[in-house]
C-alpha cells in the first residue's frame, strides 16, 4: 500500500491525534494562566469544547474504521463465520440507514442557521462549528462500508482491537520474561 492510501487509510487517526494534542495543550495553558497568573483566557474553553467534540465525532469514524464499537456478539460466536458476517452486514445496514438519516437532517439544520448565530467567546458562525456533523457521519458510512467490503468480498475479518492489545501485551510480557532469563540464568 502507498504512503498516500495508507494515510488516507488513517485518516481520522491523524485528525484525532491533532485534535487531542491541541485541545490538551490549551487545557494545560489555561490551567497555567488560572493557576499562576490569577487570569482566565476565556476563549480557550469554547475553543477547546469545539476541538473535544470534532475529536469525539472523528474517533467515532476511526473506531468504525478498525470495527472497534460496541456490539452484542455472544450470539455470531455461535455461528459460522459466514453467517455471522452476513448477519453483521444487515445489522452494518441498518446502521448506514441511520447515518444517512443524520446527515441529511444535520445538512438541514446547519443550512437553516442564521450567520448571526455565532460561538459566545470565538465569535464563529456555529454553521461552520457544526459541519463535523455531516464529515463524521459520512466518513463513519464510508468507514462502514469499507469494513463490510473488507469481510464479505475480500474475506478479511479485521482484528478485534481488544484482543489485538491484549495479544500484543502478552507478547510483549513474554519477549521481555525472555530477556530477563537470558541476562539472569
Known amino acids: 500500500m502507498s504512503a498516500f492510501w495508507s494515510f488516507v487509510d488513517k485518516f481520522e487517526s491523524h485528525v484525532c491525534r491533532v485534535l487531542l494534542a491541541v485541545f490538551v495543550t490549551l487545557l494545560f495553558v489555561q490551567i497555567v494562566a488560572r493557576q499562576l497568573f490569577g487570569f482566565s483566557i ?9 476541538l473535544f467534540v470534532w475529536f469525539a ?4 469514524s476511526y473506531a468504525a474504521r478498525i470495527a472497534a464499537h460496541n456490539r452484542v456478539t455472544f450470539q455470531l460466536n455461535a455461528m459460522s ?9 444487515i445489522g452494518d445496514a441498518f446502521w448506514i440507514a441511520f ?7 444535520s445538512i438541514d439544520f446547519i443550512g437553516r442557521l ?6 459566545q467567546t ?8 457544526y ?18 467490503y473488507m469481510k464479505l468480498v475480500m474475506g478479511i475479518d479485521p482484528a478485534d482491537p481488544d484482543k489485538a492489545s ?18 539472569h540464568p
Open 131 to 148: 459541519l463535523a456533523l455531516p464529515i463524521a457521519f459520512t466518513l463513519m458510512t464510508i468507514r462502514i462500508l469499507q469494513v463490510n
Open 114 to 119: 442564521k450567520p448571526f448565530v455565532k460561538a
Open 57 to 60: 465525532y472523528f474517533g467515532a
Open 166 to 183: 491484549v495479544e500484543a501485551a502478552m507478547e510483549f510480557a513474554a519477549d521481555e520474561q525472555r530477556a530477563y532469563e537470558r541476562r
Open 81 to 89: 463465520r459466514k453467517k455471522a458476517r452476513i448477519i453483521e452486514a
Open 122 to 129: 470565538l465569535g464563529w458562525e456555529m454553521r461552520y462549528i
Open 42 to 50: 476565556t476563549w480557550i474553553e469554547e475553543l477547546s469544547v469545539i
Open 99 to 105: 447515518n444517512i438519516v443524520f446527515i441529511i437532517e
